[in-house]
């Protein structure tokens, strides 16, 4: 081995060493720094393109396309665009930070195993290079003699220097790299937090934890059950209803057919019972119902006629007043003529033949009228005592009817005990009807109530056979428990009713 280094030049060496420290620090940059600091780049413009964004009509947000956050990052934004999608489809939100964190971006982009490797490379490096400085220092050692030691020394020191060097130099690359490197970590890291924060607060929120998750589905859960019993409740009623309801129309029809028959078959009864007593109490009164009726025809006869000759009398009367007042008003227009005329003549002083004339025609015109008003009054004394013979005529015509009236009552009472009989024995049969068809009637609604017991105990049968199926969960055993219950009070309050009709 000291052969071999001696025989290799000392330049090479350090060249090869150097090229090697060099290579590594340039890898470690572009493999991890460079990355790391395009990231960060990448992260703030889409936190600044988040915060300027504006969705228009008919387009697509910013963020929806796969290049958001640039070719580094494609495959892990466009998985979160395709779970996000099918997740917002149902009203739900997904946490970025499940796609995007330090483990699936920077370990696969940033290469975060070299940069882990690249400090302890260099110093390794640096280590080698010293102790190839020390071995080739240390081999040309010869203690022989001064002048070969002082020599040896010399090139001792160049090996030393090349030790120190190397070491100075993988030293300080690994500590520029490290410096760098937590650098450009946390830059990227603070780039990604700062991206996280917007991205939840102005698209999609942080999806809720799971302890918090797991409440709101069993409080759902347990709404959407409490929402489904009072369904099937409601359902089942409106079902047991639409039975029920279908069981009672034909004994309703039943019902209500045989009722108009009863009652149409009592009407009729009745009205030949009445007809037969009107025609036996007429029988037994020896056609002096008839005979009334006849007399009581033309009595409303001789009423209207006599009602009609108080009304021509009552007219007349009526005329004679208008006349006589037309007199007097005439006898006061003459009065007060004759009272202006004597004023005037007595006046005038003087009078001639022509007023002596006139007077005279005056007198012998009011004589004539005094004449008129006494044969006026006359004929109204004439009408007068006609009306009193008419009144007087009607007073004794309507005493004559009365007494008819009175006589046909007196022979209508005496045939009253024959009338009562002929009423009993009527009144015997039509409570002998009513009795049948009083019992008809309990008979038809006994029958439709035990009808009405077998519809309900087949449909009670039904609804357990199909509650049967369910009795594993605890509401469709609750609700199988209330049918049961209804079922019983149904049968009780048949066999109530049953009793009450017996």
């Known amino acids: 081995m000291q052969e071999f280094f001696s025989n290799i030049s000392g330049n090479i060496v350090d ?117 190839i400085g020390l071995m080739r220092g240390v081999s040309g050692l010869d203690v022989t003699n001064a002048e070969a030691t002082m020599v040896s020394i010399s090139q001792m020191i160049g090996g030393m220097e090349f030790a120190y060097g190397t070491s100075i130099a993988g030293l300080s690359c690994s500590l520029i790299f490290n410096i760098l490197n937590r650098t450009s970590q946390g830059s990227v890291t603070g780039a990604m937090d700062d991206f996280i924060d917007t991205f939840r607060e102005l698209v999609m929120p942080v999806p809720l934890d799971d302890n918090v998750h797991n409440i709101c589905y069993l409080e759902d859960k347990a709404s959407f059950l409490r929402r489904t019993t009072t369904e099937i409740k409601e359902q089942l009623s409106t079902d047991i209803g639409y039975s029920i309801n279908r069981s009672f129309e034909p004994i309703a029809r039943q019902i209500s057919g045989f009722v108009a028959g009863q009652t149409q078959g009592q009407i009729e009864g009745l009205n030949m019972i009445v007809n037969r007593f009107v025609d036996r109490m007429d029988g037994a009164l020896r056609g002096q119902l008839s005979y009334l009726a006849d007399n009581l025809s033309v009595f409303n006869k001789s009423q209207q006629v006599s009602l009609e000759g108080v009304n021509q009398a009552l007219s007349a009367a009526d005329s004679l007043m208008k006349n006589m007042g037309s007199v007097n008003k005439l006898n006061s227009d003459i009065i007060s003529r004759f009272e202006n005329y004597v004023n005037e003549l007595s006046a005038s002083q003087a009078g001639n033949a022509h007023l002596a004339k006139s007077t005279g025609d005056m007198l012998s015109s009011m004589h004539s009228a005094m004449n008129e008003i006494s044969t006026g009054f006359t004929r109204l004394k004439d009408s007068h005592r006609e009306l009193e013979k008419q009144m007087e005529a009607y007073a004794a015509w309507s005493g004559r009817v009365l007494e008819a009236v009175e006589k046909q009552s007196d022979n209508v009472s005496a045939q009253a005990h024959g009338i009562a009989n002929d009423m009993a024995s009527s009144s015997r049969l039509l409570k002998d009807s009513y009795s049948s068809f009083v019992e008809d009637i309990t008979r038809g609604f006994a029958r439709s109530i035990s009808m009405f017991e077998e519809n309900m105990r087949d449909i009670s049968l039904a609804f357990t056979r199909q509650m049967s199926i369910v009795k594993d969960d605890e509401n469709a055993q609750k609700l199988s428990l209330a049918v049961e219950k209804l079922t019983e009070t149904m049968e009780k309050a048949s066999e109530k009713l049953s009793r009450e009709q017996s």
């Open 15 to 131: 060249f090869i060493v150097y090229t090697l420290i060099a290579v590594v620090m340039l890898a470690g940059l572009v493999k991890c720094i460079f990355p790391m600091r395009y990231l960060s780049r990448l992260f703030r413009r889409a936190t600044r393109n988040l915060e300027i964004m504006t969705v228009k009509e008919n387009t697509r947000p910013i963020w929806q396309d796969k290049d958001f956050l640039g070719k580094p990052m494609q495959k892990q934004w466009k998985r979160f665009l395709i779970n996000a999608e099918q997740l917002d489809a149902r009203g739900l939100s997904l946490d970025v930070e499940q796609y995007i964190n330090d483990e699936s971006v920077l370990v696969s982009y940033a290469h975060m195993s070299v940069a882990e490797a690249v400090p302890g490379m260099l110093t390794t490096l640096g280590i080698l290079g010293t102790f």
